[in-house]
């Protein structure tokens, strides 16, 4: 117990202050023989006792609120502290190893249902994905937006247009050869930004979607299923153009198509982008 702890508990107990015989601080004689002995505190063992018994659970005092519950927190017995401690460590692998066993029937279950994170109270439906699952190329999103949530499918509204047209363009679509999926599966509220738990959590059903689909290519949109995938923080701009590595699976980055629609002169680099992974998925058959 800390030196601050015993003596806040210590005046409660109506025991503070508490004094130090003088030869215990100084080596002079003459001080020893004029200093009075005072009565010295109880030792550690007994002051421990008496918290215990004394500290109720509505931490009061003598039918008053305690000063030490306000300025000191409760101390949890040090192996209760190591198992949580445990516990909180161990969860998330043991989470993440059992969602990697489940089968894509099971998968779909699981995020179903998944109350991992707060964003299943706010969410109206979970985003799976969208396409065929055995399909060679897959798109990996960010999150999804309100149309999304609303109908449960990956990139609706104009986002998703822009992307199907992207798509068609190279001979593709998500009716035939390509499977779309979002990083996260619910979306967040007011579509900020997702935040890192959010993203640890729902990374183990993304893993699982990848593993499952077995694609030959990934065409990653967005900072936030880049890093995920590449687990790398960079930018867009410094990372397209360039053959990035997937546990095996090559992955060309571009941006996403709501953010094309917010910068047209873009557009055709996300097209050169299209064209850099739909040569990838040639060389790869080869």
């Known amino acids: 117990m800390s030196d601050g702890r015993r003596e806040l508990i210590l005046e409660e107990l109506g025991l503070a202050p508490c ?18 002995v005072i009565a010295a505190p109880p030792p550690s063992a007994a002051i421990d006792a008496a918290i215990d018994s004394v500290i109720a659970p509505t931490q009061t005092l003598g039918g008053r609120p305690s000063r030490i519950a306000q300025v000191m927190p409760a101390e949890k017995p040090a192996d209760v502290q190591a198992t949580q401690a445990v516990a909180v460590s161990t969860e998330p692998d043991k989470r993440a190893l059992a969602i990697a066993q489940l089968d894509w029937p099971a998968l779909q279950a699981e995020v179903t249902a998944c109350t991992a994170c707060s964003l299943c109270k706010s969410r109206s439906k979970t985003v799976f994905g969208v396409g065929k699952p055995d399909a060679d190329w897959l798109v ?34 998500r009716q035939e050869n390509v499977f779309i999926l979002n990083t996260l599966k619910c979306r967040p509220p007011q579509n900020r930004n997702p935040h890192p738990d959010e993203l640890a959590l729902c990374a183990p059903f993304l893993h699982r979607q990848v593993e499952l689909i077995k694609p030959k290519v990934i065409f990653a949109v967005g900072r936030f299923a880049v890093q995920t995938l590449l687990g790398r923080e960079a930018s867009i701009a410094s990372l397209r153009g360039k053959l990035h590595d997937y546990r095996g699976t090559p992955v060309v980055v571009s941006y996403h198509p709501a953010y094309l629609l917010r910068n047209m002169s873009d557009k055709y680099k996300a097209w050169q982008d299209l064209v850099m992974a739909n040569r990838t998925l040639e060389k790869h058959k080869d």
């Open 19 to 36: 004094w130090v015989r003088r030869e215990l601080l100084t080596a002079d004689p003459a001080a020893v023989e004029t200093t009075p």
């Open 140 to 173: 990996v999103g960010e999150a999804p937006g309100a149309e999304e949530d609303r109908q449960g499918e990956p990139f609706v509204g104009q986002a998703g247009k822009l992307l199907d047209a992207m798509l068609a363009s190279v001979d593709r679509s």
